[in-house]
């Protein structure tokens, strides 16, 4: 497609999809309380309070109608009804998020997102704790391109500002049941009560339980449970007109199964080949699930008290936030997808995490200069521990498939069995750990002004600047094999080992966090990267963050705009690779677009386009170094860029009882720069993101009289196949039609909802399908025990879900 052709394109398709029912996603715009469509949306996402129509940001806003339409637990169930965002939430503790193709791969506590996630105005910091059940949510901003002069640092491809309820001074209560297949039960509840005549409560809480999605062949038990809950409880004190203050106490807690993992290769009595080409894959959609990983949850604990105070005083008003953050997560996941112990892998992730922030804000506005400045301080306390179980079979197999034997079973057949000693060296866990410390300190100064050109010309400049100083540590102890090491002691007391010519040292070595390929990297307190030693670092990072927009009001409700942004993601630590160090991350972005807000005909019609250039992004990928026993995660640095355009559009007509609405992204993103380590260069190759992604949809309401409302909504999201370069098939999150397959191939789901309201909306019964037809895609492939055992495993998308509610509201 010719690019000066683009944009024009784009927006015939936006036309046509609203005149031809165009039944693909969620609205845009806020119908929540009754607000009719020609009612303003108030959004925050130049912090302050302004009309959608006014903003010169792509901005999808998500209401709370928009998330019971969908039945929607948290903001991974609804990424794909909006276009350009991308969330795999699979390991809800370890969630990845993607804006305009841009996230971070990443998992260790060394390095940021870079997809900020915010609720009230705090930023929630690590991956960990960014997906929670939704809870008395009033709407979600989805902020499309890097904001780091608003938001701040991590917020390189955008921003997810999540917007609760807060409490009012007249009482009320909701309940809401939810009950589906899979033994789905969900109970909501908030109430809100006036204390006094200028204090108010409001305490919410959401119950979430699921039975497994899966069974497991060989043992019946059902995998991929949840048992989930959230608390909110906030007070509110607006002593005079001039001043509000809010107190809040938030909890959410995780307790589910971890996701399983489903064989895409053959199994037989022999070990699976290593390194055998995707054509002999099979299907993991037909493939029967057998874990063998006695215990493996995932938890997190999440505790969070914030206070926010506004101060109005004559033309400046004052903001103040002051938050203190906890949690900890724990999962442990199968690796292998077998039930064999001479396969046997796990992965555990534990991470603890205590942040305090506080932010200090002073705006205003006149005829001239709507302003806003403010400084910022973040400080973060993060440890995790990563670690890998195996078994002695499985390192038997690990060491077998490079050619070195198997010990452990030659020592048991070929002397141990031979004199009848009562001990086994086989079926021993073997254990091994890298644990990481980190300590980040972060201090802020920006501001932001909207210059009144004149009354129909606006021109917005701003400026943050960060200051980063980070500490990191990484230890590798020796593995943990307690069992292995009974048994080698009671060998070595009867001599038996000297027959064999070894001794119990021979067998305490490290199999996946081998430090040999490290040991020359320097570290700050003078030593070397070594097993039992703690390698230390310290970086400091600093940045400017500027954009300038300009917007121009043609028409009444007509609204051209065109700017540049920068995005920041700071520089940090890869957890796996002791004693690195890798610099700041920075995405330019030029964007323009027409925002159209036609109350009279009942249309609203958004259109922008973007180029983005994303400059020394780390990506996590995995290699097998020479010399080494496993595939290790390594990181790659890129520069990439991207073209572009977003559309929404929605459409009300008058006189008809529906309303329609559907927007998209197209993307066009490739590697400017990158050879990775393995030597290959990508540079003008996809970055893998898929070009068009699409939603829409249909809501019909009809009345029932003096019974109320009935409404019947529907709505369709689909995102095209990823787009392969020459090593998306290797690391498993891409390859197109693999034989058996499709791996992250084009992507449809519809879900319904139908429900019936009492004319005075204290009662409303519904039932509600997410992916009706019951669409089954395979996400991705993990190649982590591909290398070792020849068991790559597959990731599935959810299947359907389906059940009933009902809401009181008094």
């Not at 109970?187 to 699921?210: C, K, Y």
């Not at 200090?360 to 890998?388: I, M, T, Y």
């Not at 992916?771 to 959810?798: C, E, H, K, W």
Request: aromatic share 8%; hydrophobic share 40%.
């Amino acid at each position: 497609m010719n690019g000066k052709y683009r944009l024009p394109r784009v927006a015939g398709l936006a036309v046509a999809a609203v005149l031809a029912g165009g039944a693909i996603a969620a609205p845009a715009r806020a119908e929540t309380d009754g607000d009719s469509p020609g009612e303003p949306i108030i959004v925050t996402a130049q912090m302050r309070s302004q009309p959608l129509e006014d903003v010169p940001i792509t901005v999808r806003v998500i209401d709370a109608a928009t998330i019971d339409m969908h039945a929607a637990d948290d903001m991974a169930r609804l990424a794909a009804f909006v276009p350009g965002l991308a969330i795999d939430a699979s390991s809800p503790t370890q969630p990845r998020i993607a804006i305009r193709g841009i996230t971070t791969t990443d998992f260790g506590i060394g390095t940021d997102p870079a997809v900020g996630v915010y609720v009230d105005g705090v930023y929630a910091g690590r991956s960990g704790g960014e997906i929670t059940q939704f809870n008395d949510i009033e709407h979600i901003e989805v902020l499309k391109g890097p904001q780091g002069t608003l938001l701040g640092r991590n917020s390189a491809a955008g921003g997810i500002s999540i917007i609760t309820r807060k409490p009012v001074d007249h009482f009320e209560a909701e309940t809401m049941v939810r009950a589906g297949n899979y033994g789905k039960v969900r109970v909501d509840g908030m109430v809100n009560v006036p204390l006094t005549s200028t204090l108010a409560l409001r305490v919410s809480g959401v119950f979430n339980r699921r039975d497994g999605l899966y069974t497991d062949a060989a043992t019946g038990q059902r995998r991929n449970r949840q048992l989930n809950w959230s608390g909110r409880a906030q007070l509110r004190w607006r002593p005079d007109t001039e001043t509000d203050v809010l107190l809040t106490w938030f909890h959410d807690q995780v307790d589910q199964d971890a996701r399983p993992s489903i064989r895409v290769v053959p199994l037989s009595s022999r070990t699976p080949a290593v390194g055998a080409p995707a054509s002999t894959w099979i299907d993991p959609l037909r493939t029967p699930i057998t874990n063998d990983v006695s215990d493996n949850p995932e938890r997190r604990n999440l505790n969070e008290v914030s206070l926010h105070l506004e101060r109005r005083m004559g033309a400046v008003t004052l903001s103040a936030i002051t938050d203190w953050r906890h949690f900890s997560t724990f999962n442990r996941e199968d690796e292998d997808s077998t039930n064999r112990a001479d396969l046997y892998l796990d992965s555990s992730n534990a991470e603890r995490n205590t942040t305090f922030y506080q932010e200090l804000r002073l705006s205003g506005a006149s005829h001239l200069v709507d302003w806003v400045a403010g400084a910022s301080f973040n400080d973060e306390k993060a440890g995790q521990v990563s670690g890998v179980g195996l078994t002695t079979d499985s390192i038997d197999t690990i060491l077998s498939n490079i050619g070195q034997g198997t010990p452990f079973h030659d020592l048991q057949t070929g002397l141990i069995d031979a004199y009848g000693l009562p001990i086994s060296v086989l079926g021993q866990s073997w254990d091994e750990a890298m644990i990481n410390h980190g300590h980040y300190q972060a201090w802020a100064a920006f501001g932001d002004a909207i210059w009144h050109v004149t009354p129909r010309l606006n021109l917005t400049t701003g400026l943050r600047y960060t200051r980063d100083i980070k500490h990191f540590s990484w230890f590798n102890g020796s593995r943990s094999a307690p069992g292995l090491d009974a048994a080698m002691a009671t060998l070595n007391s009867l001599g038996a080992l000297a027959l064999a010519g070894v001794s119990p040292s021979a067998f305490a070595f490290d199999v996946i966090f081998d430090m040999s390929a490290y040991a020359s990297i320097p570290c700050e307190n003078g030593v070397t990267v070594a097993e039992n030693v703690t390698c230390k670092r310290s970086a400091r990072y600093g940045n400017l963050s500027p954009r300038a927009v300009l917007d121009y009001r043609i028409a009444p409700g007509v609204l051209l705009f065109a700017g540049f942004s920068r995005g920041y993601k700071a520089g940090g630590f890869t957890a796996t690779q002791p004693g690195s160090t890798f610099r700041n991350e920075l995405v330019d972005n030029y964007e323009a677009g027409i925002k159209a807000d036609l109350r009279k005909l009942g249309l609203v019609m958004n259109l922008s386009g973007f180029h983005y250039v994303y400059n020394n992004r780390q990506t996590l990928r995995l290699e097998t170094p020479a010399g080494s026993l496993v595939s290790q995660y390594v990181t790659d640095t890129s520069d990439e860029q991207a073209w572009g355009a977003d559309f929404d559009t929605n459409w009300t007509p008058r006189a008809l009882p529906v309303s329609l609405y559907a927007q998209g992204q197209y993307i066009d993103a490739t590697y400017r720069r990158r050879v990775n380590t393995s030597g290959q260069d990508l540079a003008g190759q996809p970055t893998g993101t898929p070009m068009w992604s699409v939603a829409g949809g249909a809501r019909l309401t009809r009345p029932l009289g003096r019974w109320g409302l009935f409404a019947m909504d529907v709505s369709h999201a689909y995102t095209s196949v990823c787009r392969t370069n020459a090593e998306t098939l290797a690391q498993g999150f891409c390859g197109g039609n693999v034989g058996a397959f499709v791996l992250n191939g084009a992507r449809n789901r519809t879900d319904l909802k139908i429900a019936a309201t009492r004319a005075d909306g204290g009662l409303s019964f519904g039932f509600f399908v997410q992916n009706l037809f019951d669409n089954r895609y395979v996400q991705r492939v993990s190649m982590i025990s591909a290398s070792a055992l020849g068991t790559p495993y597959a990731v599935l998308t959810n299947p359907r879900f389906f059940g009933g509610e009902i809401k009181v509201h008094f």
